[in-house]
Each structure stands twice: as C-alpha cells, then as structure tokens.
C-alpha cells in the first residue's frame, strides 16, 4: 500500500507561480514513474507531466514552457513548479505514483487545489 500526499496548491493570481509537492511513503520499493495530472470542474481529468525515475519527462502541451516536474527519487517525492500560472491551469491536481511502470500498481494522492483568479 502506498499512501501519497500533495501539497503546496492554493490561491494565486494570473501570471504568478505555485509549487507543488507530493511525497510517497508505505512499502515502496522504488517509482517507476511520478506524475501530476489535474481535473477541473466538469472536465475529465488529464497529465499535466510525468517522469520517470530517470529522468525522463513528458509535459502536456498546455504546461509545456511553464511547468517543470522533478523528483527527488530517495525520498519518493515528486514536484510540480508552475510559473505563469493562467486561469485554465484552474484545477484539482492530483499526484500518482506507478510503482513498475505497467499500470497495475498506481496510486493516487487525494488531490490539491490550485486556483488562478484575479
């Protein structure tokens, strides 16, 4: 069982930055890949970014150039910088952790709300 937990999301206005963070723990042998993914109201929910534990990343192309995803891989800990933050970044975030890569052991953190408004 693995448990995550995100943090940092909050209240910002357009054209300012968040950065958000979701940390891993339970039996956890490594994470193949962390990600971060957001839903908005009445949206289906959609990647944001993702990497592997090499380094490896994949942004969608509506954070490409604003968004970085890292992680820190010794403390199974993923992080979200966004920077130029626009009102359609407006959602629940929410950090997954897939343990082997195949899409069988993945897990969800309960999700934190970034909202961008003026």
């Known amino acids: 069982q693995v448990h995550l937990v995100e943090s940092g999301g909050g209240l910002v206005q357009p054209g300012g930055s968040l950065r958000l963070s979701c940390a891993a723990s339970?039996?956890?042998?490594?994470?193949?890949?962390m990600g971060w993914y957001r839903q908005a109201p009445g949206k289906q929910r959609e990647l944001v970014a993702v990497i592997t534990s090499g380094g490896s990343t994949n942004y969608a192309d509506s954070v490409k150039g604003r968004f970085t995803i890292s992680r820190d891989n010794a403390k199974n800990t993923v992080y979200l910088l966004m920077n130029s933050l626009k009102p359609e970044d407006t959602a629940v975030y929410y950090c997954?952790?897939?343990?082997?890569?195949?899409?069988?052991?993945?897990?969800w953190g309960q999700g934190t709300q970034v909202t961008v408004s003026s």
């Open positions: 339970g039996n956890i042998f490594s994470i193949y890949v």
């Open positions: 997954n952790a897939d343990l082997s890569g195949d899409g069988l052991d993945d897990y």
